[in-house]
């Protein structure tokens, strides 16, 4: 980042503001790809942040496992291969397809750790108590406006991208719209030490005005989530209502003796009208708010990012800046099904009266009973499933997720997330194509027209494969010539 003298803006090519496990992973794939890029926080780099995120879900491991930290944050924690709701309603994860058929309960802490260090071994540093004050665009750039500890500074950018959160500095500033509502005002949240620890690894309880969440995190403390009717926002929490909610959600207080961690807050149901504005990007918390039932808000944003950062390095690399209109044509579907899927999850759970208990009771037969069903809800929550629909013409697997493909043995690794570790967009040939350096006219257009989009690719070869695929950055398919 230059300033060209004193008092100009600092400059550089992508601005993002909130350095949480959205922006920590933009800007760690924005820096992987070459493209110059400031992370800006508010909060203090001393500020613990011990947020209420404790899952990861199998498709965020594996964009973690394409930049090498999924193995080290599964060390962290423990793994969960059944999910149970409403007490009797199991789902089995031992068959999801990929590495990684489990949830890994694991604090966000640890997410965010991971990513800062990969961030650091880039060369980018988060600038701390940096709070947006002004926000401006024009045809050729984004400023923002800031105060630091160094006083008032200006930054100015090719994009902005906003993943502040729920309260989004960004969003506002733009003025794009954030609808919705609160569903739930009082939600207690906290860490807790237990006397007499349950043998499962997650605990789930919904019975009617009642909801409670219970996960070890391996260290000694339990992340406790309860809710048992309205209270006041504003009111204290301490240990005698955490010990009442406990039994009231989940029958026991486990001996609860001891609190590190204790709040309340909203579960909000919201979604930003777009998730863009010009030069300016909403992903994560900033761009979609929902219940922590089904765990699903980190790890939606966490994909937010891997689907908009290597969109926006190809754009600074060369490509047509029509491509970053994708970003929201893919992810704001996603964003709008995990909407619907953690509000119902939510008002089955939390919802007095005989007509919801009965349709507790028809859903938890129906996903128990019907296996294309309990298969599709185990592939939406685990987002294994997720899907963008291809161009017009396209092949209709282009959008769709590539497994970790067995890959010749070579420099980049012997699967497909260790060759999507360079950030670039991988050409996987048939075992049978001879070796080469780069893409060449000769190769169908499908292919070549495609990697137009990025400055480099990646070229392999498959272990078994009998088709040429063209892997996006995120792991995604981008084109596909049969054999």
Known sequence: MTSSFEGAPMQ?????VGAGPTGLLLAGDLAAAGTEVVLLEKRSAALSNLSRAFAVHARSLELLDARGLADDLVRTGRTVRDLRLFD???LNLDDLPGRFPFVLVT????VERLLRRRLDELGVHVRHDTEVTGITQDADAVTVRATTPEGATTFRADHLVGTDGVRSTVRQAVGVEFPGETVIRSMVISDVRLARPPSDTLTVSARDDALGFLVPFGDGWHRFIGWSGERDPDEP???????????????DDHGMHEVRYASRFAADERQATTYRAGRVFLAGDAAHAHSPAGGLGMNTGLQDAANLAWKLAAVHHGADESLLDSY????YPVGRQVLRASGTILRLATRPGRAVAWARRLLTAVVSHVTPVRRRAVLMISAIGVAYP???GAHRSVGRRVPDLPLVPGEHGDRLAEALREGRFVLVRPPSAAAGP???SSDPPAVAGEVSTADRVVVRRADQHRSTLLVRPDGYLAAVVPG
């Open 107 to 110: 604090p966000q802490y640890e």
């Open 88 to 90: 009797r309603l199991r």
């Open 12 to 16: 550089t090519r992508v601005i993002v």
């Open 328 to 331: 929201e044509t893919e992810r």
């Open 390 to 392: 291809p161009p017009a």
């Open 438 to 440: 780069a893409v060449t």
């Open 237 to 251: 929490v301490d240990l005698d209502e955490i010990r009442d909610l406990a039994r009231a959600t989940l029958g």
